[in-house]
């Protein structure tokens, strides 16, 4: 998957509580994203980086938070996690602005 | 609301035929993508046109453009079982920014 990770790959968590979901990549590329994908919505971008510390929110942005110390780490937070946070989430990287992109495994998120 | 929206949702042919998959989008774009996702796995790139082509071919797979119409078709000729999979077009927003629209996808399933 084109040098790039996504963990965990699956968690289970409650209501209420805080979730970090972590993609790193090996490709030194300067754009990154986090989608979520749900039944019926194809995938909806997150939030985005265009380079360290450089973040921007995306179409469902609300409750989630990212961060990007590092060109290879992109971190995906959820502050507060509710039911309607279950989802299967998607990093991406991409070398170039709109460019082609490459995504992780995914890691599926269940919250009770 | 989507900006880019596939055509049909599911769809369901014989091994050795053709599937034809239409991409509708909203405003004008720089360029457009089509990916395939595997059942459980990430998105795969398949390819991209510009939005100054109007036909692009990458083995068994040809995409049109027609910005006029604003709407792309991807079609895969000979098909295998192997092509059983989701089908996503994507593409910028029209803003000028980074961010990259999915649409919620095409079912295709190839019989053998």
């Known amino acids: 998957d084109a040098g790039i990770t996504q963990s965990p790959r699956h968690k289970v968590t409650e209501t209420g509580t805080p979730v970090t979901l972590r993609c790193h990549q090996t490709?030194?590329?300067?754009?990154m994203y986090w989608y979520r994908q749900d039944p019926g919505h194809g995938l909806r971008l997150i939030h985005y980086s265009y380079g360290v510390k450089d973040t921007d929110k995306g179409e469902v942005s609300d409750g989630y938070s990212v961060s990007r110390s590092k060109t290879e780490d992109f971190l995906l937070t959820l502050e507060s996690a509710t039911s309607s946070q279950t989802s299967v989430y998607f990093c991406a990287i991409s070398e170039r602005d709109r460019g082609e992109q490459y995504f992780g495994p995914g890691t599926r998120l269940t919250v009770t | 609301s989507q900006q880019g929206e596939e055509d049909p949702q599911a769809l369901s042919i014989q091994e050795g035929e053709n599937a034809t998959m239409n991409c509708s989008y909203k405003?004008?774009?720089?360029?457009l993508q089509w990916y395939r996702q595997n059942s459980g796995r990430g998105l795969v790139h398949l390819i991209l046109i510009r939005s100054n082509e109007r036909e692009k071919h990458s083995g068994r797979l040809r995409v049109t453009l027609d910005t006029s119409k604003k709407s792309s078709s991807l079609l895969i000729t000979a098909s295998r079982a192997a092509d059983t999979a989701s089908y996503f077009c994507a593409t910028d927003d029209g803003s000028g920014g980074f961010k990259t629209i999915f649409g919620a996808g095409t079912r295709l399933f190839v019989k053998a």
């Open positions: 405003t004008s774009i720089n360029n």
């Open positions: 490709e030194n590329h300067r754009y």
